[in-house]
């Protein structure tokens, strides 16, 4: 999910191909904070990289704000382990953020398997990844052409880390310890979390459900801004079915907990999002013509993007 290549897109678009740079770089920075994320403490965990909010009982969102894909890893905090919910771009380096947080041993769990959240993931001894090809592929890792733009002038908001050297920014392969699939339960000691098997957005997509505390991380399957369902790994009708079983569990939740941008969210988006995508289905709604043969339909509290057939 690559949320503001688009936006910068139409910019140049709009404001001509011919503009310079640092203008359409200053719009997005100009963004920050996101006014949903002030009521938010920054932790003294935060440093130059990673903003740290505890957003509840033993839960850490480790924010990535100077990044344009302004992306969320989660720590959750038992009794006997911590789970790391995703390990964000790999610019900065989070395992150091983690060990600040506690001493418990790690455990990584991802979302997905997009480059955005597996950065950090071959910093880490013990890794849980679903069990589809997809996950096994991308375990190897991604090249540095691949993610060159995540560490462009116009993905960034500060310059990078001390250390941190653009040309060499690669996803670096990495290890899966466990295979796991739907409803596999992680017993942190004293919390428990489920495995919720969400395809759509991937094929590997899934949702973390602490039932105990009515608490469901959605992954980039829902987060507030706009959803991108046009790569190629993405199915619209897993999509919608994923989205049509987490607004029926949506009724017991308290918030959720999404992979960019907003750490803590209403749990009756899903909702709007599940009408949404009926209202699309049933040509209820107008959308608007983009570039690359997409198209962008506009709600109140998120914009959807698909391909236009
Ligand atoms: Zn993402």
């Not at 560490?151 to 960034?156: D, F, K, R, Y």
Request: proline letters at 5%; aromatic letters at 12%.
């Amino acid at each position: 999910m690559v949320k503001y290549k688009l936006a910068f897109l139409i910019i140049m678009i709009l404001f001509g191909a011919c503009k310079s740079q640092p203008e359409s770089e200053a719009r997005w920075c100009d963004q920050l904070p996101r006014e949903a994320n002030t009521q938010f403490k920054k932790s003294d965990y935060s440093n130059y990289w990673f903003e740290v909010y505890q957003v509840h009982d033993s839960i850490y969102a480790i924010y990535e704000p100077y990044q344009w894909q302004e992306v969320i890893s989660y720590l959750i905090i038992g009794n006997e382990f911590a789970l790391l919910f995703d390990t964000g771009n790999g610019i900065g380096n989070i395992k150091q953020v983690v060990n600040k947080i506690t001493s418990l041993p790690i455990r990584v769990l991802n979302s997905h398997s997009h480059y955005d959240h597996v950065g950090g993931n071959a910093d880490f001894d013990f890794i849980y990844g679903m069990d589809t090809e997809f996950t096994r592929l991308r375990k190897q890792g991604l090249p540095h052409e691949r993610v060159a733009e995540e560490v462009s002038p116009e993905a960034l908001c500060k310059p990078l880390p001390e250390g941190v050297v653009a040309e060499e920014h690669i996803i670096r392969p990495y290890e899966i310890d466990e295979y796991v699939t739907e409803g596999f339960t992680i017993d942190l000691g004293n919390r428990l979390v489920e495995v919720l098997s969400i395809p759509g957005h991937t094929p590997d997509a899934i949702g973390l459900w602490d039932k105990e505390n009515g608490l469901l991380w959605t992954g980039d399957t829902f987060y507030q801004g706009a959803i991108w369902l046009f790569a190629k790994e993405t199915n619209l009708a897993d999509y919608k079915h994923s989205i049509n079983r987490l607004a029926e569990i949506s009724k017991s939740l308290n918030h959720l907990l999404p992979a960019h941008n907003i750490p803590l969210v209403e749990p009756t988006l899903l909702v709007e999002l599940d009408d949404a995508l009926t209202q699309i289905e049933n040509n209820g709604v107008r959308g608007t013509d983009i570039s690359d043969g997409r198209i962008r339909y506009t709600f109140d509290h998120f914009t959807i993007l698909m391909n236009k057939n």
